[in-house]
């Protein structure tokens, strides 16, 4: 069963299958026809996201097991809903409590499930590199952190919190023989250390001598080799098994971009869902990060994405083109770097390369380097010449990855060759001109000798794009942060219009059925959050002047202007939308608790930026000097005037920030694709980064809202509280069930211009049909101006429209029915639709003829 709209759901210990149920009527009401659920395989214990599986041959106990997932599935059914799962193909949770991993821990090479992990077993004397310890080796073993103990009948190595297995022969070791309190029982625990499969090492030994493939940087997941077959058919049997038995429609494929051979897979994936259930077409998309311009790869057999795209093009459709150079021209009087964010990311992966991940990097100039010995041509250049080489090739590649695994490379893939070539020549000295030659030579098209070299180096440019640009330049580049945000690139600010469109008509053509999102579980700061901030685009003038007075309030010291800025971007953006102006009315405790989740969001801001604290190395007194300046807006600080003046400034821009947000929604959830809902963002979304974006979502108010009479006339307390929004989505949803017709994957896309003094803030088009159309209108680039909507000023804020109207084609002429406002509006014989007759009540407008259709 295709999708009609999308639901996302976070699942772990605190929210079961049982949870699902219960809010499976909240969501049938909603108009959502499946719910997408998070990874269901067994996690480890605690995980709040499951994508640290430690068994994907089991549904995970802590959300209920099989027997819950079957109970969510029938009272699904029994709603026509259904349910899409997310996957984790790519890796696997590199601990001891996963089973695989462990026997691979205590057998080596030898393991029956060796072959499951992508490990360099000719590497590190064969044995796998354990980065777990907090110190050196040595100093670990003296200080006590290596440690036997045992436990269920046998002995086991206790460190860095796990209990490692012994190879064989070794289990019955007696833990009071090796006690590294004593020279004797340290020399003793040393050589029985030497005897394992493994070798404990200093977590930060993970950068440069790991000899498995590990999920970006992240070494606590395990690469997967999921091209084998065998590993293929013993990771998915669970996933085919409850697709087979009815329990899900579709499959989210996670991080796509990270298996050695993507389209093999999914056309195997695909192949093997419809043998497991003949009389059904499942429903796949892939999680992938799409470049400016590029698009999915058209060989591989999906729906689509999981929405990225879409929310970059709704978010830059509402940023105003002429704010981006005085914004850009603030963030350098901060201090930002003066340098174009092309060059801050080239110099961002080079540092990558180097140090997080040298060991990565090591391997692909060696692959690179031995391929290169069947090549007299290749003689004269000696290893430094490859690293130097694919150093600067890799800082310029352009996009994610290419696909040349898939029957040889596609133009987009030589595109992309071609381009990191060309960035690559003007950077290299002139004596390795002639190697970059041989070798993009040797690619176009790649012969079987250089496809291991190959298959390493498209896997390591996913984690190296992703690290470099969404979790460093993304945290160091702010001129506005609503732009900063996964799927997005700091090359576009803004799209207008005709982009747009030209955009959605694309989608409706190649993608029709790809997911449409504005909200998910990994993105930087909540789609209302980018809504608001979106907002500033239209007053950068006020707004620097602002920040600029703003930022000279104490306390003074050494968190630099720049962080401070973007410190101050997330307080306006997040700034709760029922928080009065006043800052005397606000109450104390919950100004407290959100400040405490943006010190969550600044402490993570300010290690991913790696540039005056990090992961690695956090600055403890630089990271006190950045919390100093959210405890000076504590209601009792001793100076009112860091929170004052916030307050004066971010309450009003929340009534602005509805307008930009209600236009995203209704885009969403009307543009070609299947809308996509993430978990408590029916109303305002003012979420920042994970963990944040997981939080708890309160069903009970949204169930309260839901049943309530529909705001046809909103009142401010109907924007206030987010129930124009979900009442969009709910309206729209529906039509969607009573009209499948209007959007389904073969419906119309058509462009409607508009004439008069405000056209251009104006995007509208048709779906649809035949006689079956509907009309969408959503606002942009003028929320200041309409904030009236949302203050019960509707009749003076609709006047903003007066002179300007739509200009449909012939199928758009006669009566439309606003299902939204409950009202009517007719086109003239020459197309023309006023604008202010349309938009009397609401800031948007979803219509349909008025001839034989209802209000849903």
């Known amino acids: 069963m295709i999708p009609r709209a999308t639901a996302r759901l976070q699942l772990h210990a605190d929210f079961t299958f049982d949870d699902a149920r219960a809010v499976l009527d909240h969501y049938a009401a909603l108009g959502v026809s499946h719910l997408y659920l998070s990874p269901l395989t067994r996690a480890r214990p605690g995980s709040t996201h499951g994508y640290d599986v430690i068994d994907p041959t089991r549904v995970d106990e802590a959300l209920g097991g099989r027997a819950g997932l079957r109970r969510l599935a029938g009272d699904a059914a029994a709603r026509r809903m259904g349910l899409i799962a997310d996957i984790v193909p790519n890796h696997m949770a590199a601990d001891a409590r996963n089973p695989w991993w462990r026997d691979v821990l205590q057998h080596g090479a030898a393991s029956a499930h060796a072959r499951v992990f992508d490990i360099d077993w ?20 003296a200080a006590g952190d290596i440690r036997l103990v045992r436990g269920h009948g046998a002995a086991a190595v206790l460190a860095g919190g796990q209990a490692l297995p012994l190879a064989r022969g070794d289990g019955d070791a007696d833990p009071r023989d090796f006690d590294p309190a004593s020279d004797a029982g340290r020399a003793r625990l040393h050589a029985l250390l030497e005897r394992q499969h493994y070798r404990l090492a200093w977590w930060r030994a993970a950068a440069c001598r790991l000899n498995w493939r590990r999920f970006f940087l992240v070494s ?57 259930a003949p009389d059904r077409n499942p429903y796949l998309v892939v999680e992938k990060i799409l470049a400016p311009g590029e698009t999915p790869d058209r060989r591989w057999p999906i729906e689509g994405t999981t929405g990225y795209d879409f929310m970059d093009d709704a978010g830059a459709l509402l940023h105003a083109p002429a704010a981006r150079r005085p914004l850009l021209a603030f963030w350098r009087a901060c201090g930002g770097s003066p340098h174009r964010h092309a060059r801050q990311l080239r110099a961002i992966r080079a540092s990558l390369l180097d140090r997080q991940m040298a060991g990565e990097f090591r391997a692909l100039v060696q692959a690179w380097a031995a391929a290169a010995r069947h090549d007299p041509r290749a003689r004269r250049w000696g290893t430094d010449a490859w690293r130097r080489l694919l150093r600067t090739w890799l800082a310029g590649f352009p996009v994610y990855r290419s696909y040349a695994e898939d029957g040889g490379p596609s133009e987009a893939d030589r595109a992309a060759w071609a381009e990191a070539g060309r960035v690559a020549r003007t950077r290299l000295p002139a004596e390795d001109a002639g190697l970059l030659d041989l070798w993009l030579a ?52 803004s799209l207008d219009g005709a982009a747009f469109h030209r ?5 409706a053509r ?35 002047r602002f920040a600029l007075r703003w930022l000279e309030l104490p306390p003074r010291n050494r968190l630099v202007p720049t962080d401070r800025y973007m410190l101050l971007q997330t307080l306006v953006g997040s700034w709760p939308s029922a928080w009065p102006a006043d800052a005397t009315r606000l109450d104390p405790r919950a100004v407290r608790a959100w400040l405490a989740r943006v010190a969550q969001w600044q402490r993570k801001a300010l290690r991913e930026a790696g540039l005056r604290s990090s992961w690695t190395d956090p600055d403890a007194a630089y990271e006190a000097d950045a919390q100093a300046c959210l405890d000076a807006l504590d209601p009792d600080a001793e100076d009112p005037r860091p929170l004052k003046t916030l307050a004066a400034f971010a309450a009003p821009l929340a009534a602005p920030g509805w307008i930009n947000g209600l236009a995203q929604a ?53 924007w206030r509280g987010g129930r124009v929004k979900q009442y969009l989505i709910q309206t729209a949803l529906a039509l969607r069930a009573t009209h499948p017709r209007l959007f389904c994957a073969g419906s119309g896309y058509v462009p409607v211009a508009a004439e008069g003094p405000r056209a251009r803030h104006v995007v509208a088009f048709l779906r649809g049909g035949g006689e079956d159309w509907a009309l969408v209108v959503a606002p942009r680039l003028c929320a200041l101006p309409l904030a009236g909507y949302a203050r019960g000023e509707a009749a003076e804020a609709c006047r903003y429209w007066e002179g300007t109207a739509l200009v449909l084609p012939p199928a758009g002429a006669g009566g439309w029915k606003d299902v939204l406002g409950a009202g009517a509006a007719e086109a003239g014989s020459d197309g023309r639709l006023p604008l202010a007759a349309l938009l009397r009540r609401w800031p948007v407008a979803l219509c349909v003829r008025a001839a034989g259709a209802s209000a849903p």
């Open 510 to 544: 190649d993608w029709p059925l790809a997911m449409l999102a504005t909200a998910t579980h990994d993105h930087k700061r909540g789609e209302d959050v980018r809504a608001r901030l979106a907002a500033l685009t239209e007053m950068p003038g006020p707004w620097t």
């Open 442 to 493: 040797w690619l176009a098209p790649p012969s079987p000798r250089v496809l291991p070299a190959l298959r390493r180096l498209q896997q390591l440019t996913p984690p190296l794009a992703a690290k470099s640009l969404e979790d460093t330049l993304f945290y160091r580049y702010g001129p506005l942060l609503s732009r900063n945000e996964v799927g997005a690139s700091p090359r576009r600010f």
């Open 122 to 141: 000719t590497a590190g004397e064969g044995r796998i590199l354990l980065p777990l310890l907090p110190r050196s080796y040595g100093d670990a073993l």
């Open 503 to 507: 955009r959605n008509l694309r989608r």
């Open 220 to 276: 606590e997941l395990v690469g997967v080799r999921v091209e084998d077959p065998a590993v293929f058919q013993a990771t998915h049997a669970l996933i085919l098994d409850l697709y087979g038995e009815g329990l899900l429609d579709g499959l989210r494929i996670d991080h796509i971009d990270g298996l050695a051979e993507p389209g093999a897979y999914l056309r195997r994936l695909r192949a093997a869902l419809q043998a497991a």
């Open 666 to 718: 209704l885009l969403r959830n009307t543009a070609p694709g299947i809308p996509d809902l993430y978990q408590g963002t029916e109303t305002w979304d003012e979420s920042l980064v994970d963990p944040d974006n997981r939080r708890p979502v309160d069903h009970r108010r949204l169930d309260r809202l839901l049943a309530g009479p529909p705001p046809h006339a909103p009142t401010p307390a109907d």
